[in-house]
Each structure stands twice: as C-alpha cells, then as structure tokens.
C-alpha cells in the first residue's frame, strides 16, 4: 500500500554532510516518526513474548505469520533509518540509497500481507473452530481473500521494485530507462481498495462469529469489543493510505506537513492492530471449553420438596 511509511525521504535535497545533516524540518520529522515507532514495534515484540509465554489456548493467533508481520515491519523502519542516516552523512550515494529504500518496501509489503493473513485468515478459522463450524467453504473463501491480497501486494511491490532500479541505471548510465510510474500508482489504488475491502469482510466474518457464540452461549462471546477495536484500528490505518494513493492517481500534490502528519496517524494504528491482536490471543475465552461453560450457563431446575405429611397418614 502507499506510501510506504519506512520514515525515509526520497528526496535527493538531503543528500548532505552529516554535520549539516538533518537540517530541514521534513527530514527531522521523518526520522523521529522512524525512532518512535521502530520502538513502539520493538516494545510489541517485547510484549509478544510475554504473551505468548502466558497464554495456552490463544497462542496460535501469536504464531508464525504474526512473528513474520512484526519482523518484516521492524526491518522496514530499520532500513528506512538506515538509508535516511546514510543520504545525511554523505556516505552512500543515489543508486544505493533506492536499493536500500526497495528493501525497506519489500519488507513492508511482506509485513502487511502476513497481518492481513493473521486477521482474515487465523483468527476467522480460530473462531470459527471454536463454534464448531469451520466448513470446506469458509476455509475456501479465507483462503481467496488471502490470496488474491498476496497476488496484487507482490505485483506491486515488484513494479515498485523495478521502477527504483530504473531510475538507479539511468543515474549510474546518465540515460533513462522506461519506467511505469502511472501503472504505480493505479496498482497502488487498486492494491489500497482491495486491501481495505479483505479486512471490512473478515471483520463482518468475525462478527458473526461471535455472534453466534454468543447465541449458544459459547465461550468468547465477549471478544466483540476487541474485533470491532481490531477492525477498526486496521480500517483506520488503510484509509490513510487510501488518501495518499488517490491523490497519487489524481496528480494532487500533497504537503509535506500532511505526510508526515497521517504518517503518524497510519503507524499508529498499525501498532494498534498488532495490540489488538495481543488482546484477543490472551483473552480467557480461548482456555474455556464448551462443556464448562454450557455447564455455568444450565439452567436450574427445582429439586422437588419431600415434607412432612401433616395429616399422620403414611
């Protein structure tokens, strides 16, 4: 999706001696929104262990793919930072600076398509196993969303990917090569929309889920603040993107003052997202089973009252 909030400039004005460097406030703000939030993942990381390490029947929302989402979003910041500080002091040079910027974009894309797995795809089926009806066409329609989602992220990031490297050659050779600049950014449009419709979907899909724990009196039934918090917070951090990438398309040229502003905004509830995800896996409901808590909510019946007879007869 774009932009890609690594917290780097692309911007060839900043290539400049350390001593002089970070001298424009853009740049300033950029690399402190970078700091912030590579601590904010790293304390996420912090907190995933613990969790894990607490929780039993959650622990699978905690799994590979969320590992892999907080990793690849860690190494992007990590990257950003890294080619930021390197453009400032001068010690690297233009063709590099786009290389470690694709690296940056090919970890985020990776980050994004793994927290997208664990929300449309793990936790659906994990509540869904949980009320017992996990069918061949949930699975199916899980496994689609998922899929098509990796099919545009990839496609995306490879035409970014390509569109560096051709601008790379042509400062290197000093002759330009073709590159798909538009096609960029409707990809990227393309990639934002479908991106938001997968997790409005998989938050409907959880809902009624939940719904339908609550109705059997299952446990659970109470995770509905957490997945509307969790749909939200993914909702959020897509339609700051979804402003970017139509304004791209458009031609509208935005300040830098609103970048740096809704990368803040959109890194936040990133964050938030992969917070949520912790709340939910820790939550008691995943530890009940359904016998114990159709066993709470059974009814009482009245035991029948054996009393004296009061008339002597027996």
Known sequence: MAPRRSGSSSSESSYSSCPGGFSDTITQASFASTVLYLAVFLGISVALFLVRKKSSGGKRLLGVPYTIALVSFILSFVFGLISTVLMECSTTDIPTYYDL????????????????????????????????????????????????????????????????????????????????????????????????????????????????????????????GWVVALTVSMVASVLVDLVFAVQNVQGIEYTWQSTIAWSYIGNFFQALSFINLLCIAKHVAWSKTTATTQQEYAPVTQQPVYGHNTNGQQ
């Open 101 to 224: 910027t694709t690296t940056s974009n090919v970890f985020y894309s990776l980050g994004t398509w793994e927290l997208l797995f664990v929300v449309v795809y793990t936790l659906n089926t994990m509540l869904r196993k949980h009320i017992g009806g996990l069918t061949t066409v949930f699975r199916v329609v899980f496994i689609a969303i998922v899929g098509v989602m990796f099919l545009v992220i990839c496609g995306q990031t490879v035409l970014s990917a390509y569109n560096l490297a051709a601008l790379s050659e042509s400062y290197y050779r000093g002759h330009d090569r073709h590159v798909f600049i538009e096609a960029q950014k409707k990809l990227g449009l393309a990639e934002t929309v479908l991106y938001l419709l997968s997790v409005v979907a998989s938050g409907g899909l959880s809902l009624m889920a939940i719904f339908a724990m609550r109705s059997r009196r299952l446990p659970g039934g109470d995770l509905i």
